[in-house]
């Protein structure tokens, strides 16, 4: 029962990818992986949906004396000071193709991915154009699902970056 199929090689190729299973054509493939290196990246299947926030860290500052020669204008000064983490949220479903059961194997696959405790590999159209490689997994749900061979998932996380921590 495998609905994953492997990363292509050509990483400019993976726009658009034809299911084999389904004949689908997926126009946003969503890949994730365990390893650093991507090389064992999953594809998840039913072209799940992914929402990106960005935040600007901003100070503001208000000014406690004006010139009053000058017209008062109103507000503050920001400062950007630096430019936070990205919020993602990846949505998506899980379908047991084969039999009319809960999909278990994908089930157990996800949980075992949302449950790492090291940056995930992402890879996808939005996520490479943001410049999103890794994610830190903070939640992961499995709401209720009509009908017993398909279950929902939502993953939610934020952009990470592996650091190599030396310690003397």
Not at 9 to 38: C, H, W
Not at 114 to 119: E, N
Request: hydrophobic share 35%; aromatic share 8%; glycine share 6%.
């Amino acid at each position: 029962m495998e609905n994953f199929i492997e990363f292509p090689n050509n990483l400019q190729s993976f726009d658009r990818i034809a299911v084999k299973e389904t004949g689908v054509t997926m126009q946003m493939p969503v890949y994730l992986g365990l390893k650093l290196n991507g090389s064992d990246k999953w594809l998840l299947p039913i072209e799940p949906t992914i929402s990106i926030r960005g935040r600007n860290v901003i100070t503001r500052r208000t000014i406690a004396k004006v010139d009053s020669t000058k017209p008062i204008k109103p507000g503050s000064v920001k400062e950007l000071w630096a430019k936070d983490d990205y919020e993602i949220i990846i949505t998506g479903m899980l379908h047991n193709d084969e039999e009319e059961e809960l999909p278990r194997e994908l089930i157990s696959r996800l949980t075992n991915l949302c449950t790492h405790t090291g940056p995930v590999y992402m890879s996808s159209g939005i996520t490479d154009a943001v410049g999103i490689r890794y994610i830190a997994i903070t939640d992961y749900d499995f709401p209720p699902t009509e009908g017993i061979s398909y279950q929902r998932y939502s993953i939610k996380g934020f952009s990470d970056t592996p650091l190599e921590v030396l310690l003397k």
